[in-house]
């Protein structure tokens, strides 16, 4: 078992995101798994990410906060609990359309 505490989490820069910061939890440069990476990320008021597609897996997890995920063309807003997969190559965008810092856990497929 490999255990990482909050404290020695990393910062780290995402391409296309703003009014955000992101900590890599596991994987990459954190260490630990090889096939995916683990993520938190908080994005503050009218932060978001994209639009943009690239080719990893992605899993998003609202801890807490409010985030508007767009993608198909269909715009969803995700609640604290909620979650929802991005696949492959889909072009998404998220955005932070309330007042209060979203915090959000990101689980994607390892960059080949």
Partial sequence: MEVRRFAEA???EAPN?????SLRLFGLDAGGPKQFV????YFLPGGGAGPDASP????YVV???ELTVIAGGKETVLKANDSCFIGPNEEREIINRGNDVVTMMVAMSAPK
């Fill in 56 to 59: 990893t897996e992605k899993v």
């Fill in 63 to 65: 801890l807490s906060g």
């Fill in 38 to 41: 683990v993520g938190l990320s």
């Fill in 17 to 21: 995101h703003r009014d955000y910061a």
């Fill in 10 to 12: 990393k910062r780290y």
